[in-house]
Protein backbone atom coordinates (compact mmCIF):
# COMPACT_ATOMS: atom_id res chain seq x y z
CA UNK A 1 0.00 0.00 0.00
CA UNK A 2 1.51 3.34 -0.86
CA UNK A 3 0.41 6.50 0.92
CA UNK A 4 0.31 9.76 -0.38
CA UNK A 5 -0.31 13.06 1.14
CA UNK A 6 -0.36 16.48 -1.40
CA UNK A 7 0.84 20.07 0.60
CA UNK A 8 1.20 23.60 -0.40
CA UNK A 9 -2.50 24.60 -1.79
CA UNK A 10 -4.25 27.64 -0.76
CA UNK A 11 -5.43 31.11 -2.12
CA UNK A 12 -3.73 33.29 -4.55
CA UNK A 13 -4.22 36.22 -6.59
CA UNK A 14 -3.59 35.65 -10.62
CA UNK A 15 0.02 35.92 -11.54
CA UNK A 16 1.04 34.16 -8.51
CA UNK A 17 3.04 30.63 -8.35
CA UNK A 18 2.30 28.08 -5.64
CA UNK A 19 4.52 24.99 -5.03
CA UNK A 20 2.59 21.68 -4.64
CA UNK A 21 3.85 18.74 -2.66
CA UNK A 22 3.47 15.12 -2.97
CA UNK A 23 4.79 13.33 -0.16
CA UNK A 24 4.63 9.84 -0.18
CA UNK A 25 5.60 6.07 1.59
CA UNK A 26 8.15 4.86 -0.64
CA UNK A 27 8.85 2.21 -3.24
CA UNK A 28 7.07 3.93 -6.00
CA UNK A 29 8.26 4.18 -9.29
CA UNK A 30 6.56 6.84 -10.99
CA UNK A 31 4.19 10.07 -9.86
CA UNK A 32 1.80 11.82 -11.58
CA UNK A 33 -0.14 15.41 -10.66
CA UNK A 34 -3.86 15.82 -11.92
CA UNK A 35 -6.56 18.17 -10.99
CA UNK A 36 -10.56 18.39 -11.03
CA UNK A 37 -12.15 21.56 -10.95
CA UNK A 38 -15.94 22.06 -9.96
CA UNK A 39 -18.19 20.17 -12.79
CA UNK A 40 -15.45 19.38 -14.77
CA UNK A 41 -13.34 15.84 -15.33
CA UNK A 42 -10.35 15.14 -13.55
CA UNK A 43 -7.60 16.79 -15.78
CA UNK A 44 -3.76 15.03 -16.35
CA UNK A 45 -1.37 17.56 -15.32
CA UNK A 46 2.30 16.17 -15.22
CA UNK A 47 4.03 12.82 -14.57
CA UNK A 48 7.75 11.88 -13.48
CA UNK A 49 9.18 8.33 -13.71
CA UNK A 50 11.22 9.14 -10.28
CA UNK A 51 14.42 6.75 -11.75
CA UNK A 52 15.43 8.20 -14.31
CA UNK A 53 13.35 11.71 -14.18
CA UNK A 54 11.77 12.00 -17.33
CA UNK A 55 8.75 13.83 -17.47
CA UNK A 56 5.62 13.80 -19.34
CA UNK A 57 3.76 17.54 -19.44
CA UNK A 58 0.33 17.61 -20.89
CA UNK A 59 0.20 20.44 -23.14
CA UNK A 60 -2.64 22.12 -21.43
CA UNK A 61 -0.06 23.00 -18.76
CA UNK A 62 1.08 25.80 -21.65
CA UNK A 63 4.84 26.06 -20.19
CA UNK A 64 3.86 27.04 -16.79
CA UNK A 65 3.85 24.00 -15.08
CA UNK A 66 7.23 22.19 -13.76
CA UNK A 67 7.21 18.44 -12.10
CA UNK A 68 10.50 18.00 -9.87
CA UNK A 69 11.62 15.30 -7.39
CA UNK A 70 12.95 14.77 -4.18
CA UNK A 71 13.75 11.28 -3.91
CA UNK A 72 16.02 11.85 -0.73
CA UNK A 73 12.57 13.23 1.02
CA UNK A 74 10.20 10.90 -1.32
CA UNK A 75 8.50 13.85 -2.38
CA UNK A 76 7.25 15.14 -5.77
CA UNK A 77 6.72 18.86 -6.47
CA UNK A 78 5.01 20.42 -8.91
CA UNK A 79 5.76 24.28 -9.59
CA UNK A 80 2.91 26.23 -11.26
CA UNK A 81 3.85 29.61 -12.62
CA UNK A 82 1.24 32.37 -13.60
CA UNK A 83 -1.43 31.15 -11.70
CA UNK A 84 -4.78 32.48 -13.91
CA UNK A 85 -8.34 32.08 -12.46
CA UNK A 86 -8.67 28.89 -14.78
CA UNK A 87 -6.10 26.92 -12.68
CA UNK A 88 -8.39 26.81 -9.36
CA UNK A 89 -9.14 22.97 -8.67
CA UNK A 90 -7.98 20.60 -6.19
CA UNK A 91 -4.78 19.11 -7.14
CA UNK A 92 -4.17 15.56 -6.94
CA UNK A 93 -1.03 13.56 -6.63
CA UNK A 94 -0.84 9.58 -7.75
CA UNK A 95 1.50 7.19 -7.51
CA UNK A 96 2.27 3.45 -9.88
CA UNK A 97 0.53 4.15 -13.25
CA UNK A 98 -0.41 1.30 -15.47
CA UNK A 99 2.19 -0.63 -16.65
CA UNK A 100 4.66 1.74 -14.82
CA UNK A 101 4.62 3.92 -17.67
CA UNK A 102 4.26 8.00 -17.06
CA UNK A 103 2.28 7.71 -20.66
CA UNK A 104 -0.12 6.00 -18.86
CA UNK A 105 -2.86 8.15 -16.74
CA UNK A 106 -4.20 5.09 -14.86
CA UNK A 107 -2.87 5.46 -11.54
CA UNK A 108 -3.17 2.97 -8.78
CA UNK A 109 -2.88 5.30 -5.45
CA UNK A 110 -4.15 8.56 -4.87
CA UNK A 111 -3.66 11.38 -2.46
CA UNK A 112 -6.93 12.79 -0.87
CA UNK A 113 -5.66 16.50 -2.94
CA UNK A 114 -5.02 19.71 -1.50
CA UNK A 115 -7.35 22.92 -2.65
CA UNK A 116 -5.84 25.68 -5.31
CA UNK A 117 -8.02 28.80 -5.87
CA UNK A 118 -6.79 31.77 -8.04
CA UNK A 119 -8.46 35.28 -7.47
CA UNK A 120 -8.70 37.53 -10.10
Known amino acids: QVHLVESGGGMVQAGGSLRLSCTHSGGVDAVGWFRQAPGKEREFLAAQDLGNGITNLARSTEGRFTISRENAKNTVYLQINSLKPTDTAVYYC????????????????WGQGTQVTVSS
Open 94 to 109: AAEPQYGSIWRYEYKY
